[in-house]
């Protein structure tokens, strides 16, 4: 009779368990070649649902942030951030108290070149310490906006570095301790172009505003007058803070106006703890960069699966969509697509770049673990959670190692959007096999749902102390961590 009983209380949970077991297995098992969005479309789970967009219209155009160019002084490029508070209305005429970098929310676009030396003068006029992250750049310590880097309320520091690596959308947000999850939810993100002259004549959409638009998809929960507020629960410290209105580029259902053929979007999951499943009712579009780049070609797909921290350029032709459609992010209308009479390109490049096969001897390479868990107590890498006292492990600059990645949070049913500071690492192997064509490229973050495996080569190009973290915020900021330092 006992045992009856908790059987049948348990059954719910075990058919869910198993259920989605089985699923991952078989699908990973003859799928291996296919999109991870292919696969990861069965985890319905924690894809996060947003039943209140369908309250409001689409009636306000989608905000375009200002494109910067900086200014030259002698060779170096130079750009002003002004951290700053400010009002933003998410919904049309109701008012919310936030964050952003130069303007009330998101921040601008900072152009950048490929080898030219950059300087970033930051000013902090918040009530409270940040720091400016910059997400995908191979930047050493003093750069990278995380050890002892915090910029306290009205102070001002100074950011120089010089990228080399490959023309990529990046972008930067806040990372000081404790206060990472807050300061973004509140509205701190902003993107990186970085441009490599190698790629001039690559005919892409590339008419900022016109065919290439940047796409920050973002849920947040809106009080009733439309305010935002950044408070947890435990469960939320558990499974991460999702909102339940989800908005592009800071508004609750923004409309963009496209030009017949090729365009381009930009895609950020800006969200401190929602995967989202983007497409476009069905219709084919085509992943051209992954994180840190462009992928050798363009991927055809129908869904792409983002977590936190991802990018992915895609682009559509709007020649399949209707006049007025839309991009459904988790089975919601996102964004109203209108088509204008304008045109656009028409034609994809089948080459995009020319990233080679890994050919080098793994078996020579140093192999490090990583065990991901999120338990009722706490959020963890290899059974600890952060200590800023503590340097997990030491590395040589120029030295490649394989990272081994494994999501265990059992029960608990996490996904991990796993995120290493100043690196492009390359996917060896998905849960054993060869990782999807989307996957192939470059990456700075990689998404491993409950029980995956994930192998990827790291080669630490930086300097100093660096970190390397789950990207859902609510993650990191109780303890799944980790730091090591890379030296000469
Ligand atoms: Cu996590």
Not at 84 to 91: A, K, L, M, T, V
Not at 146 to 173: G, R
Not at 348 to 371: G, R
Request: contains cysteine.
């Amino acid at each position: 009779m006992n045992k009856f009983l908790s059987l049948s209380l348990l059954l719910p949970f075990s058919f869910a368990y198993a259920m989605d077991h089985n699923m991952d297995h078989s699908m990973h098992m003859n799928m291996s070649n296919m999109n991870h969005n292919m696969m990861n479309n069965m985890h319905h789970n924690h894809n996060t649902e947003f039943p209140y967009n369908k309250n409001f219209k689409f009636e306000r155009e989608m905000l375009l942030p200002p494109l910067l160019t900086g200014k030259l002084q002698g060779n170096v490029r130079v750009f002003d951030l002004q951290v700053q508070q400010g009002e933003w209305e998410f919904i049309k005429g109701k008012k919310a108290k936030t964050f952003g970098y130069n303007g009330p929310i998101l921040g601008p676009i900072l152009a950048l070149n490929r080898g030219e030396d950059t300087k970033i003068n930051i000013k902090n006029h918040l009530n409270e310490e940040t720091t400016v992250h910059f997400h995908g750049a191979i930047v050493s310590e003093e750069s990278d906006g995380v050890h002892n880097s915090d910029i306290n309320p009205n102070d001002s520091k100074t950011v120089t570095f010089n990228l080399d690596q490959e023309e990529a959308t990046l972008w930067f947000h806040p990372h000081p301790m404790h206060k990472t999850a807050s300061q973004v939810y509140k509205g701190l993100a902003g993107l990186i172009y970085l441009k490599d002259d190698k790629n001039k004549d690559l005919a892409l959409p590339n008419k900022y505003g016109f065919n290439d638009f940047p796409i920050v998809i973002q849920d947040k929960q809106l009080a009733k007058d439309g305010s935002v507020h950044y408070m947890v629960s435990h469960h939320e410290t558990m499974h991460g803070k999702t909102g339940g209105i989800l908005m592009v580029n800071g508004i609750v259902n923004p409309f963009l106006n496209m030009p017949h053929g090729l365009n381009r979007l930009r895609v950020v999951n800006g969200s401190n703890a929602s995967n989202f499943n983007l497409n476009f009712n069905g219709q084919k579009f085509y992943q051209i960069a992954s994180d840190g780049g462009y992928l050798n070609n363009p991927v055809e797909m129908t869904e792409l699966l983002l977590s936190p921290g991802e990018r992915a350029e895609i682009v559509i032709d709007t020649t399949n969509l209707k006049t007025q459609d839309y991009l459904y992010v988790n089975g919601t209308k996102a964004l109203e697509i209108r088509k204008t009479k304008d045109k656009s390109l028409s034609k994809l490049p089948t080459k995009l770049a020319d990233i080679k096969p890994i050919t080098e001897d793994l078996s020579k390479l140093k192999t490090l673990d990583f065990n991901l868990k999120t338990t009722h107590r706490a959020s963890t890498i290899n059974d600890a959670v952060f200590d800023m006292t503590s340097v997990e492990f030491s590395v040589k600059k120029g030295e490649k190692a394989i990272w081994n990645i494994t999501n265990s949070s059992g029960m608990m049913d996490m996904p991990h959007p796993f995120h290493v500071h100043g690196a492009q690492f390359r996917v060896l192997e998905r849960n054993g096999k060869t990782p999807p064509l989307n996957e192939q490229g470059y990456k700075d973050t990689i998404l491993l749902d409950k029980g995956e495996n994930v192998k990827i080569l790291v080669e630490y190009k930086t300097e100093g102390l660096t970190v390397y973290h789950c990207h859902l915020l609510e993650h990191e900021e109780t303890g799944m961590m980790g730091q090591f330092k890379s030296s000469k």
